[in-house]
């Protein structure tokens, strides 16, 4: 086996074993691979390994490679998205994890519409209140919450959240729970339960998937340092 495929199986491995550790259904979570800043050749190595889904975060560059790559592959988009360049990433993707604002929920609702499309969205919180981050801040996002529900194109999945950059991955955690505590009081609140909950990265991912996540990013842990 080469270092890619023996970097997704021993991720698999240690999602498996955090899920089965915190009494949850292994198949619960899914493993999106970060493949920004790698080119379609390293991205291929993933491919052979059975890995199907995948993260962008920069418009540009998604554009160029999700083209070059076989189109049975799934991608995210993940990264901070510019009302400007939603219709050119909107065609290749078939969720977005980085919903931070109403304006932008509206216009990828009118965009969708245009193209006949339904993206999956995730919407993006700042759960620190972390004042570099983008993000809904809590108060900000129940209050719009359910305008953002009533959108017809755009349906909202689940919750997202990167928490403050931190040398020791524990410290995520709380900010992972506070996530998943959101998500249970906009249940009770609009009676909607929202099922995703995107959190956790190469550095933190079994912490947020003792947390609730459904869907890991992780990127370094596979490919390397970018
Ligand atoms: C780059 C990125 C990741 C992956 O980070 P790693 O630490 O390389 O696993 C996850 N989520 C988002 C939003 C990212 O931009």
Redesign the pocket.
């Known amino acids: 086996m080469d270092d890619i495929s023996e970097r997704i199986a021993e991720t698999r491995g240690r999602m498996e074993e955090a899920a089965r550790q915190a009494g949850r259904d292994p198949g619960e979570v899914e493993l999106m691979v970060?493949s920004?800043t790698f080119p379609p050749e390293v991205i291929e190595e993933a491919v052979a390994a059975r890995q199907r889904l995948f993260?962008e975060?920069r418009v540009q560059e998604a554009v160029t490679k999700i083209p070059r790559l076989p189109s049975s592959l799934r991608w995210h988009f993940?990264?901070h998205l510019q009302s400007n360049k939603v219709r050119k990433i909107l065609p290749l993707i078939e969720a977005i994890?980085?919903v931070d604002s109403v304006e932008l929920a509206l216009d990828i609702e009118r965009i969708a519409d245009e193209l006949g499309l339904h993206p999956e969205v995730y919407l993006q919180v700042n759960v620190a209140s972390d004042g570099r981050k983008f993000g809904f801040r809590r108060e900000g996002l129940l209050h719009s919450i359910d305008q953002l529900l009533t959108l017809k194109r755009v349906q909202v999945v689940g919750l997202m959240t990167?928490p403050p950059l931190s040398p020791k991955p524990e410290e995520s955690r709380p900010h992972f729970a506070a996530l998943r505590r959101l998500r249970d009081e906009i249940h009770e609140r609009t009676g909607t339960f929202l099922p995703g909950l995107s959190m956790g990265?190469?550095?933190d991912f079994p912490y947020a998937i003792a947390e609730g996540a459904t869907i890991v990013?992780?990127?370094?842990?596979i490919f390397g340092a970018?």
């Open positions: 970060v920004k993260g975060s993940i990264g994890h980085s990167i990265m190469s550095g990013r992780v990127g370094s842990a970018r």
